[in-house]
């Protein structure tokens, strides 16, 4: 039946699926959207081998269900524990799912495709608490300090240790601080303009000794390139004038928190999420905090906050009561 349903449709052409998943993301407004719902859809079709809509159309529905189920199954990662099984990246597989599910959406909005196979599939239940290693203050401090005296050494290292200041004391997410440009930065009135995911855009402050740093960076190395974090060298198209890559950012990240913090397995949004720890440690109220995240609820704040429970409890600033 479903089959015949799908025939009376207008999916029964030869348009390649490439060209259909770029028509789709192309209608989000965020350039890290677009990317990721683009790298999801293409993951899954690239499993099952089908090339233009004609070839969905002729997939049999239950079939189409099962290798959705096993493509959803294969991007687990599961955790055995005592008496059951966790998936530890649960917001990741909802992601690529919601990712599906909006496509197939499209299809039966713009080609008439009958019904949506993810409506079979249900939410992952996520943890209530994000999993990001976090570093103390003291961790934090040291990874700036070594970032901070090297910063003479050449270009490169002063961008560096720029970067490191931009994602911890401006709360950036590595999107974000890779696709600043100097025109986002009005050092005069201390503020910077940073666009987000979903197309959005907040206001920060920028520091005092913050501006001092971009005002010594540009009169060291220049500011012709648009951007403010650019690559040094580019062995494919010999050009630097573009932003520095989020991989790159990743690797700067990486390689410093290597050095000065071993132990820790330490990302990009580890410096984040340490930045949300440490202003609710010195007492920030939850809307100054999502003010400078961009965070649309506080609940996003509560999900970053990994600090330990018993000894940042409310009991013992009222214990003098007793």
């Known amino acids: 039946m479903m089959s015949e349903l799908i025939k009376q449709t207008d999916i029964m052409v030869e348009k390649p699926l490439y060209e ?9 407004r965020s350039i890290h959207t677009r990317r990721a719902y683009k790298g999801d859809i293409t993951q899954f079709f690239n499993t099952i081998d089908l090339i233009t809509l004609e070839d969905l159309a002729y997939l049999p529905f239950a079939q189409l269900i099962n290798k959705i189920k096993i493509h959803i199954e294969g991007l687990k990662k ?13 917001r990741t597989v909802n992601r690529k799912t919601n990712a599906l599910r909006g496509f197939f959406d499209y299809l039966i909005s713009v080609y008439r495709y009958p019904q949506n196979p993810l409506d079979q599939f249900q939410t992952l239940k996520t943890e209530k608490l994000s999993n990001t290693t ?8 040291d990874l700036l300090k070594t970032a901070k005296g090297r910063r003479r050494g050449s270009k490169g290292a002063f961008r ?29 009135n201390q503020t910077a303009n940073v666009y987000q995911k979903g197309g959005s855009f907040k206001i920060l402050p920028i520091p005092h000794e913050l501006c001092l740093l971009l005002q010594d960076f540009s009169i060291s190395y220049g500011n012709t390139c648009p951007y403010i974090f650019q690559p040094l060298k580019n062995n494919t198209t010999k050009t630097t004038e573009k932003p520095l890559s989020t ?8 390689k410093l928190a290597k ?64």
């Open 160 to 188: 560096d240790y720029l970067i490191t200041v931009f994602l911890f004391n401006l709360a950036l997410r590595v999107d974000e601080c890779a696709n600043l440009q100097w025109t986002d930065l009005n050092i005069s």
């Open 134 to 141: 976090s570093l103390s203050r003291g961790e934090v401090l």
């Open 78 to 90: 599961v955790e055995q524990l005592e008496t059951r099984q966790r998936v530890k990246n649960s």
């Open 20 to 28: 259909v998943i770029e028509d789709f993301v192309s209608l989000k």
């Open 247 to 254: 991989r790159a950012i990743f690797d700067v990240i990486k």
């Open 259 to 322: 050095e000065v913090i071993p132990e820790k397995k330490i990302t990009p949004h580890s410096l984040r999420k340490t930045f949300i720890e440490l202003a609710l440690d010195n007492g920030e109220d939850l809307i100054s905090i999502c003010n400078a995240t961009g965070h649309n609820s506080i609940e996003m704040v509560k999900y970053y906050d990994g600090r330990e429970k018993l000894k940042n409890n409310a009991i013992h600033s009222l214990g003098k009561y007793v």
